[in-house]
């Protein structure tokens, strides 16, 4: 159940610098890695359990955020999307659940972030986003930065409190 006070049917978020600290780990053999906080995983699971979708809009296109997205069961998954494809592919989400971008919350960090955190119904960042996006006017800064459990903090927004 959410927050009485919120009427949001979609929560969407960004990847790096939000559900990741932004960091690039890559191997001796050329293996990328990143690091997810599992609190913000069972944020996601819990918004779910609340009735809410879920999806992942990404710039990148790697088999990590997938392997991440199928774990968590992520039900939306989109990646590759930059230059206004992260707004776009949220009025696609939005339109296949018959919702309005009203209707969804999003969280992003960063300036390919800012036109989906302008049109989203409740917005926010972490709190190491960047200056342009923590400008933008009605935008919820979180006190945790990317990585660190921000989304997390953010869907505590959303659902009540126990």
């Known amino acids: 159940?959410?927050?009485?006070?919120?009427?949001?049917?979609?929560?969407?978020t960004d990847v790096d610098g939000t559900l990741t600290d932004g960091g690039m780990y890559y191997t001796a053999t050329g293996d990328t890695m990143k690091k997810f906080n599992t609190r913000d995983g069972m944020g996601l699971q819990l918004l779910?359990?609340?009735?809410?979708?879920?999806?992942?809009?990404?710039?990148?296109?790697?088999?990590?955020?997938?392997?991440?997205a199928e774990k968590l069961g992520i039900d939306f998954l989109v990646q590759g999307k930059r230059d206004g494809g992260k707004l776009a592919a949220a009025r696609e989400i939005c339109d296949t659940l018959g919702i309005s971008l009203a209707e969804m919350a999003y969280i992003g960090d960063d300036v390919n972030c800012a036109e989906l955190l302008r049109h989203a119904g409740i917005a926010a960042c972490p709190a190491d986003a960047m200056p342009q996006v923590k400008a933008?006017?009605?935008?919820?800064?979180?006190?945790?930065?990317?990585?660190?459990?921000?989304?997390?903090?953010?869907?505590?927004?959303?659902?009540?409190?126990?």
């Not at 159940?1 to 969407?12: A, G, Q, S, Y």
């Not at 779910?48 to 991440?68: D, L, M, Y």
Request: with cysteine; proline share 7%; aromatic share 4%.
């Open 136 to 162: 933008i006017p009605g935008i919820r800064i979180m006190t945790l930065k990317g990585g660190e459990g921000c989304v997390r903090e953010f869907i505590n927004e959303l659902l009540p409190a126990d």
């Open 48 to 68: 779910q359990k609340a009735g809410v979708k879920v999806g992942i809009i990404t710039s990148e296109n790697t088999p990590i955020v997938s392997r991440r």
């Open 1 to 12: 159940m959410l927050n009485p006070t919120c009427d949001i049917r979609l929560f969407l």
